[in-house]
């Protein structure tokens, strides 16, 4: 047993890192998150050069072929980073395309991992849930006239909603979940269909720009038809997989700077004539935040290798989703308290993290969510 | 033991009630706090004019400075109705809550003719300068300085989470006016003309996004003797006075605002689903309402204890603590527990304009303003169970 | 509005504080404790005399004709010194009896408050649950033979079992919850009853005892059916919140007595050469427990009063039990841990209150329970 | 990262299993720690003996003092699998692993052949002396002294919280031998013969109502000074080695335990009833589950990531306080959890024996034994984050 990264993960870590630093400093990411789309190009290319999308992806796509502990190694660093745009997002969406397979990735993807081609992923409804029963999907694919969907020339339409969708506006395709009779299916859309309204709907976090999808009676080719069926469902169950092990690891990634930041606040700020980490109540806030940090380590490491050894990964995937949110909640309230005035100010960054924390905990699902899949998973 | 209200009491209420269903004027059209412009101060100026017309300014004055007298359970139910009536933010809370009071214990004859009609005419609009950057928790460490210079003390420094600095005509200022004594004993309070030469202000903006508080800079600001309130050096103790009843006023008009929130909350859960289902068919959501439910009654039922204990003579202590304390984290979870409840949607700025996020963030100054949790079990422990102190 | 106790209030706490510190030192509850029966006669009559045993019932039946407030004051003073026995148990079925009135009241109330006649309730099933829901009730009337339970003369049969009967083997009569078709009925029971069979179960708590009773083909004549149906369920209910309101008394002077017996220990207690009251964890751990006490004090006065004025009262006796059984949970916690290893002894009177505070928590259904309660009167 | 075992690991176990499958015993009938009668402590010296026999004593020692040298790992594995197979309680636990690798490390040569031998065959029992009624979280300020007389040291004092010592044959004892000196300074480490005139023990009846430690008095008990254990007035340095080996050996025993609690919560979730309905189709009751079970999954992968830091030659530090504190609170969580969802009846010594309210009661000794939480976040605080001492 080997609880830890490898040498080459450790040496990606640090150059993720030393790549934040440099290029990626707090003052950018404000700058950054002012603006309409909260990303450049230039920064953009610059990470697909660094081969951070699709990183865990197959080489035959253009990916570099690595598993999903690096996914979480650079996802973390990411975090500690607080990097605005699209990386998870696209990554999500990538990982859905590659799982899927078919013409549609082999003619997507490169374009994916090299930067050229943006892609998203319109799943959540506002009165649906993360477990995307289609019986009560609002988003629909419907027959236009009395031709069945299996027929090669047949255009369907697609009704719905969709909202949160991350990074729609700068997206050239949506990868859309919906229904049709009592199924999933998954399809490709290129954002300049007709009847797509795409609408800016400003969320908690401004590093992520989030977007209402609204579908009306957008024509449907049978070969933006993905997969439907068992073969949606299992796709989209991998892909989320993966992407709640990045989602957990950028969580990793802002618990690390919580922690690290606090602690030095508090053995630099004084009141009462000594440092505030000095006092008994700080010092345990300090240690909470040390033994959730710890924890969510553990959690998302051992996602990322169930993941990678494909065992059981559904249950450690969601167990790391169950802990990690929550402790990313509580860190963040110790957090802020512990700074004081200071740590509720707009001028400090600990809430840029604070509300990325917030998107994160409910992305893909929140703890109560996970819980009540893990029971199923335990008690049936 | 009788928790309804005196006839006295429904009486002033019931007055009450009629006065402000002809008087509150229509909401402010969409804003918030600190982003305001003239206008919108020129409309919480109006209302404050309007309560002292209708002889509602400085409801808990005595009658011989122009106030109605009223007990602080009549204080309360004015707190509470106004809130009630969604009249507009009550622009003199400082003057009349926390100024007035304070210049009736310890001002000059001459200090009361002068400020406390223009308090309760709304005329003045007043702030206070109590915390500085380096001075939060430690409040006693304050480092602004005033220097003696003939008939005035100059003033020099910097002040922080200053609430409607950025309008007000006077404030209400803590300085350090002896550095070779301990901390508490070289204070002094002076009440500063906020038009002085040498005073600017800058909005602080919270993680909120809004900027509900300010900053405020003294530079070499002169300040007439007679302005000096209480004694020299004095300063600690006035400014406890003050403290005290901040912690002690607040109840009230907070529980209305969460008594609201928890209405929208389930008018949600009556009304919104999850996945095909009325959120108030789960029952976890069903938990966490009845939950929340329970802690806004424990509010409610602690502060009219309290309110109980004034009105039978008792000043507002210590335990003015535990009010604070409990109604800060209560929020704070009663945030968490709608974000929870109103699940994805509840981030956007779309979904109810942005309030339940707007709420959440908000929630987390609770428990550092006026006093953090921790200085407020501090005091509970060492003022209201006698334990020594702990640092 | 005085929220507070009147000053006749203020007497009869006094006295009953005064009788409990001369008659009932903690050296007596352990000795009690340790008996079959956590009572003895002598002290259960002098009880009696004082009035404590249907204080708040009507005068008619020998009760004093004060009201929930007193009978609040009476409890918080029993559970501050940890009183044995059945006067909580005894209240609670004296005044299911006075609700239903009749003759069975008549005859057995006045010997109940002279203490000569003991009385208790049957209620909880190892399965069920305090909502006593006739359709899943294990202890059922039935008829034996064809005759109806109408039939003045007919005699019907109990079968069934009861769990948590408290003092049930030093009853006289049981009063007895059951279903009989699809409703409850209320029956009168003596114990010495053919088919009735008592079995100790010692709980968590020994200084109130508790039996299992087994009822196997139990004659039951028709005067010993109290109450059927609504009515049934409507006197329960009734003295289900006069008994709420008596155990959340007494769990607020557990409350009272943790918070004294903390905050004394860590004035004294040395370690590092200072008391621990000094370091400030244990400094707001007794903060805590203040806040805890006071709001219970709130929630429990505020319950009694709206029993007595009749108000809404199942609400705020619902709000009542929620808030106090989880803060005696947490404040019993939170005084075992300020203690250190000392307050984990047996001999350390600590765990007497703390298992009595668990005990109490259950009682009438847990803060879970009751929420759900309170969820239906908010949300329907 | 590679969390299966190694090929080397897994043949450890295995072989492990087999001789486990093969030689545990009957489980002792009923019984409660602490209430033991003479039988039952030969039933644990047997199985002393026959883990001796086995060659499964002392599998962390090294092969040169007759132990099985085997990795922090293969340690673990050994704990858990012997959890998992039901074998008697461990009786030489502290004697293989903390007296005997504290001998190893700072004992004579003469200390080691006199009684390492005897640790390993389970011939000597051991308990250790440290808590005194005054010297809890402040163990530093013990007070039971030590005078040399000769070629003895005479001891008196009073120890509490000792472990087997109403069985031990040999007591681990720390004693003040200097008083002039700073609290730390003056402390030596004694081996002491639990035969000696002049010690005597009392069982400790905890809450839970067993009595599962000792006081233990020692009143002019003579020990001969080739007992001393390390330098004169270097105890503290010594005991510290032993604490931290506490802390981090405890992980995989007490984790099984929990396990086996989870999985007979799960089962009656799934065959009891509440009001008609199983329990496992509670809502809320799936909640409580499922948190359990994260938190569970969480001390092992904690536990785990620690002995793989262990395994690859990091020596146990204070970031053992991380896995005392987690599981000690995790583990009253657990047990909250099962008499929430048990329900009324879990309160009765009739229902699975008393088990649940007896765990129940004896996890809340779970964050003071060993270190309070209070000390393990000092620890983690001041050694790990490195923040100032705050006392």
Redesign the interface.
């Known amino acids: 047993m080997y609880f830890d990264l490898s040498k080459p993960q450790k040496l990606l870590q640090q150059s993720v890192r030393d790549f934040c630093k440099r290029e990626i400093p707090i003052s950018r990411v404000r700058a950054l998150m002012e603006t309409d789309s909260a990303m450049d190009d230039s920064l953009w290319m610059e990470m697909a050069e660094q081969g951070w999308i699709g990183l865990h992806l197959d080489e035959q796509y253009g990916g570099l072929g690595l598993g999903p502990v690096e996914l979480s190694v650079v996802a973390e660093e990411l975090g500690r980073a607080c990097v605005p745009g699209p990386w998870l997002s696209t990554n999500w969406a990538a990982t859905l395309l590659a799982s899927i397979g078919g013409p549609v990735a082999s003619e997507l993807l490169p374009g994916v991992f090299d930067g050229s081609m943006r892609i998203t992923i319109a799943a959540l409804e506002e009165q649906g849930s993360w477990s995307f029963d289609p019986a009560v999907m609002e988003t629909r694919l419907s027959e236009n006239g009395k031709k069945t969907v299996t027929e090669a020339v047949t255009v369907n339409v697609l009704n719905g909603r969709k909202y949160l969708v991350q990074h729609a506006q700068q997206a050239d395709h949506l990868l859309c979940v919906a229904g049709v009779d009592d199924e999933l299916c998954l399809l490709t859309i290129p954002v300049a269909s007709d009847g797509l309204r795409i609408t800016s709907t400003p969320g908690i976090d401004a590093t992520r720009k989030v977007y209402q999808c609204d579908f009306s009676n957008v024509p449907i080719r049978r070969d933006q038809i993905l997969a439907r069926g068992d073969e949606a469902r299992q796709a989209l169950q991998q892909s989320q997989n993966v992407a709640m092990v990045a989602v957990c690891s950028e969580m990793l990634g802002i618990l690390q700077w919580l922690l690290k930041t606090t602690v030095e606040y508090a053995k630099s700020r004084k009141q009462f004539d000594r440092v505030i980490g000095s006092f008994q109540v700080v010092q345990h806030m300090c240690a909470d935040l040390l033994l959730l940090t710890e924890s969510a380590r553990s959690a998302v490491w051992n996602a990322a290798w169930a993941l990678q050894e494909n065992l059981d990964a559904n249950r450690a995937v969601a167990v790391a989703k169950v802990y990690v949110s929550d402790a990313v909640r509580k860190a963040g309230n110790l957090a802020v308290q512990s700074h004081g005035g200071i740590g509720f100010t707009w001028e400090h960054d600990l809430h840029l993290y604070y509300k990325r924390a917030k998107a994160d905990e409910y992305l893909f699902g929140d703890a109560t969510f996970h819980r009540e899949r893990l029971a199923e998973m335990i008690l049936g | 033991?009788?928790?309804?209200?005196?006839p006295d009491?429904q009486k002033f209420r019931d007055e009450l009630r009629s006065w402000l269903a002809a008087n509150v004027p229509e909401p402010w059209p969409g804003h918030r706090r600190g982003e305001a412009d003239a206008g919108y101060w020129d409309h919480l100026r109006d209302w404050q004019q309007k309560l002292f017309g209708g002889g509602w300014a400085g409801v808990s004055w005595p009658v011989e400075y122009g106030g109605r007298g009223a007990s602080p359970?009549q204080q309360s139910i004015f707190l509470a109705e106004v809130a009630r009536a969604r009249a507009p933010e009550h622009f003199g809370v400082i003057g009349e809550g926390l100024v007035g009071p304070t210049i009736m214990a310890v001002g000059s004859e001459q200090q009361k003719q002068k400020f406390l009609p223009r308090i309760l005419s709304g005329k003045d609009i007043w702030c206070q300068g109590y915390?500085e950057?380096?001075?939060?928790?430690?409040l006693a460490?304050l480092s602004t300085r005033a220097i003696r210079d003939g008939e005035h003390f100059v003033v020099n420094g910097q002040k922080?989470?200053t609430s409607f600095a950025q309008i007000a005509d006077w404030c209400l200022l803590l300085v350090r006016t002896d550095t070779s004594v301990a901390k508490h004993k070289g204070i002094t309070c002076l009440l500063v003309d906020m038009k002085s030469p040498g005073v600017s202000t800058k909005p602080?903006?919270?993680?909120s996004?809004d900027s509900g508080f300010n900053e405020v800079f003294f530079t070499d600001v002169r300040v007439p003797i007679e302005n000096q309130l209480g004694e020299l050096n004095n300063g600690w103790r006035v400014g406890l006075v003050v403290l005290m009843n901040e912690r002690a006023n607040l109840g009230a008009s907070v529980y209305v605002s969460f008594e609201e929130t928890m209405r929208q909350l389930?008018e949600h859960?009556?009304t919104?689903?999850?996945?095909?289902r009325l959120l108030?068919e789960?029952?976890?959501v069903?938990?966490n309402?009845?939950?929340a439910?329970?802690?806004l009654?424990?509010f409610r039922?602690?502060t009219?204890?309290a309110?109980?204990?004034s009105?039978?003579g008792e000043t507002p202590g210590p335990?003015g603590s535990?009010l604070k304390?409990?109604w800060s984290e209560m929020n704070?979870r009663l945030s968490?527990t709608a974000?929870?409840i109103l699940?994805?949607?509840a981030?956007?700025?779309?979904f109810d304009n942005?309030n339940w996020?707007y709420r959440?963030?908000r929630s987390?100054?609770n428990?550092?303003?006026g006093g953090?949790?921790?200085i407020?079990?501090?005091i509970?422990?060492?003022r209201?169970?006698?334990?020594?102190?702990?640092?």
């Open positions: 033991m009788d928790l309804n209200l005196t009491e359970i915390s950057p380096n001075s939060g928790s430690d460490s922080i989470w602080l903006r919270q993680m996004g389930i859960c009556r919104r689903k999850r996945n095909g108030a789960d029952p976890l069903r938990q309402i009845a939950q439910h329970v802690e009654e424990l039922l602690n009219d204890r309110l109980s204990r009105n039978a335990e535990i304390l409990y704070q968490q974000m929870e699940g994805d949607t981030q956007l700025s779309t942005g996020a959440y963030l987390r100054g428990t550092i303003e953090t949790s921790e407020q079990r501090n509970l422990a060492e209201v169970l006698g334990m020594p102190k702990s640092y």
